[in-house]
């Protein structure tokens, strides 16, 4: 095996800590050339930050070890990686690639006995799809509404309903529940 195909590190031997602080502060640069409108720029600083060793070992570790669906197998069935192919995968994993189909998984919807499907993408797309958030979550949380709160990171229903408490604690507000599910029933 050539030196230039041997991987530069041993997967326990990575700096977990500085590769979070140098993938940190391109998110960083990212999220302020946005809240300053500078698009050439943000979508520079993204190029840089994908292309980046640090965010695409971040992204592989995310999917193969710290993530609850870990031993989710997609189509090609790898349920687990060892430290070599995760090596290998750091490699492997380039925006522009064909991903491959999703496994569907049928699973229970809460509270019926109807179910919802569940598309299941391969380890490899997996990473793929951390690195690439990686690089556009700084960018438009810089752009979002500061009282929005769904699907954000660091926000939850608590935060929310906080806000909501926070805004009608002062004074007396009216608050209408009403369903209008029926009202489209006539519409074509």
Request: aromatic residues 8%.
């Given at each position: 095996?050539?030196t ?110 109807e ?28 752009r ?45």
């Amino acid at each position: 095996m050539n030196t230039a195909s041997r991987p530069m590190y041993e997967w326990n031997d990575i700096n977990w800590r500085k590769l979070e602080r140098n993938v940190f502060k391109l998110q960083k640069r990212i999220y302020q050339a946005s809240n300053r409108g500078d698009v050439k720029l943000v979508r520079r600083l993204q190029k840089l930050l994908i292309s980046s060793w640090s965010a695409r070992t971040l992204s592989v570790r995310r999917v193969t070890q710290d993530n609850q669906g870990k031993k989710t197998a997609g189509v090609d069935g790898v349920k687990a990686l060892t430290p070599k192919q995760r090596l290998t995968l750091i490699n492997k994993i380039a925006l522009g690639s064909k991903v491959k189909p999703t496994r569907r998984v049928w699973i229970p919807k809460p509270g019926t006995e109807e179910k919802r499907p569940l598309g299941i993408p391969t380890m490899e797309d997996r990473a793929l799809q951390a690195l690439v958030k990686l690089g556009l979550e700084p960018e438009w949380e810089a752009r979002f509404e500061p009282n929005s709160y769904g699907f954000r990171p660091g926000r939850s229903c608590h935060d929310a309903i906080g806000a909501i408490f926070s805004a009608i604690k002062h004074k007396a507000k009216f608050v209408l529940d009403a369903d209008i599910s029926k009202c489209f029933d006539e519409t074509s």
